[in-house]
């Protein structure tokens, strides 16, 4: 009978060890290299965020109102106020190149531009011309705002 409990007990201690043992996960070199790689890549070619301005029904109006971005960062405008407001590039109203024309952009509506070429660009409210901002595109792609 002693010998009986003796390999019950050896049984349970295999089943112990077996119920929570782990065995490392052998991955070689090669496989763990190109894993690696493919993260690395996903988070260089990820797209740069989008920098957002508010407007506002007080001044400075576009909160930032002056944005430096860079190329082909996408700069969204969110109006969460309860009247229409637009984003009109002053080019559009001189007569010269018009870069972008949003429109009247209604309560809790957004206007976004994905990519300016590098410059300068003044804007303003077509429905309210006090309400102006200035957008600079520069070659970096480092945003900062002011």
């Known amino acids: ?20 043992g ?28 989008t920098l957002k301005i508010t407007i506002g029904t007080f001044s400075p109006y576009y909160s930032p109102k002056l944005v430096h971005i860079g190329t082909g960062t996408p700069i969204s405008w969110e109006n969460p106020t309860s009247g ?15 870069a972008f024309d949003s429109g009247a952009i209604g309560p809790k509506g957004t206007f976004t531009l994905h990519h300016l070429p590098p410059g300068s660009y003044s804007y303003h ?8 901002g200035v957008l600079v595109v520069l070659d970096s792609a480092i945003p900062s705002e002011t």
């Open 84 to 98: 229409l407001h637009s984003i009109t590039h002053d080019g559009c109203k001189t007569g010269e190149r018009c």
């Open 22 to 49: 782990y065995r490392p996960l052998k991955i070689g070199r090669f496989p763990l290299l190109m894993v690696t790689l493919l993260w690395m890549s996903s988070i260089a070619t990820a797209a740069p965020s």
């Open 125 to 132: 409210c077509s429905l309210h011309p006090i309400m102006r």
């Open 1 to 20: 009978m002693l010998l009986v409990a003796r390999m019950v007990m050896n049984d349970k201690r295999t089943m112990r060890k077996r119920a929570y």
